[in-house]
Antibody, heavy 117, light 107 residues
Framework: EVQLQESGPGLVKPSQSLSLTCSVTGYSITSNYWGWIRKFPGNKMEWMGY???????SYNPSLKSRISITRDTSKNQFFLQLNSVTTEDTATYYCARGGSYRWFAYWGQGTLVTVSS | DVQMTQSLSYLAASPGESVSISCKAS??????LAWYQQKPGEAYKLLIY???TLQSGTPSRFSGSGSGTDFTLTIRSLEPEDFGLYYC?????????FGAGTKLELK
């Protein structure tokens, strides 16, 4: 069974970087696509981007140059880094399998990240 | 970006009833549409993809219809476990945008 689990700090200061890890079990991240999605307070959801089986990436233009998704295939993990965060980046962050012209078939439970000084 | 509009943010119904949740795209997305269910404390669950194809494990009381710009998720004979938050998502064009969600609550 494919399982994903997000981890990382729950509190980040404004202007700093948000870094999250998604640990995957039951499936190799060298296959398929692996994405990040976030849900803001009030339930609005945003597709952030993904990393592919080959390591290529695609990002939401709204995040411009602030976002980076990388991976460690030896640990079967992929990562989200979001730079220069503001309070508007406060959200629950989810990792999921899918993302490139495909649906998200499997999701993590999500991790709440609050941006506050 | 393709805007996805779920016209109902809230829907109240009773077990045994049937409900429909609509989702409208700002441009044609063919059938590149997925429906998800979220319940508190649980991971998002993919219900339907390609507009009408049930994901493995999705009960047959769920069905999806539509193509182009207008889509509907129908749940026949609601069960207590069906109450939660429902989202549509288009994956026709990047960024793959989501609707605002429809909360299905027990009447």
């Amino acid at each position: 069974e494919v399982q994903l689990q997000e981890s990382g700090p729950g509190l980040v200061k404004p202007s700093q970087s948000l870094s999250l890890t998604c640990s995957v079990t039951g499936y190799s991240i060298t296959s398929n696509y692996w994405g990040w999605i976030r849900k803001f307070p009030g339930n609005k959801m945003e597709w952030m981007g993904y990393i592919s089986y080959s390591g290529s990436t695609s990002y939401n233009p709204s995040l411009k140059s602030r976002i980076s998704i990388t991976r460690d295939t030896s640990k079967n993990q992929f990562f989200l880094q979001l730079n220069s965060v503001t309070t508007e980046d406060t959200a629950t962050y989810y990792c999921a399998r899918g993302g490139s012209y495909r649906w998200f078939a499997y999701w993590g439970q999500g991790t709440l990240v609050t941006v506050s000084s | 970006d393709v805007q996805m509009t779920q016209s109902l943010s809230y829907l109240a119904a009773s077990p045994g009833e049937s409900v429909s949740i609509s989702c409208k795209a700002s441009k044609s997305i063919s059938n590149y549409l997925a429906w998800y269910q979220q319940k508190p404390g649980e991971a998002y669950k993919l219900l339907i993809y390609s507009g009408s194809t049930l994901q493995s494990g999705t009960p047959s009381r769920f069905s999806g219809s539509g193509s182009g710009t207008d889509f509907t998720l129908t749940i026949r004979s609601l069960e207590p476990e069906d109450f939660g938050l429902y989202y549509c998502q288009q994956y026709y064009e990047k960024p793959h945008t989501f609707g605002a969600g429809t909360k299905l609550e027990l009447k």
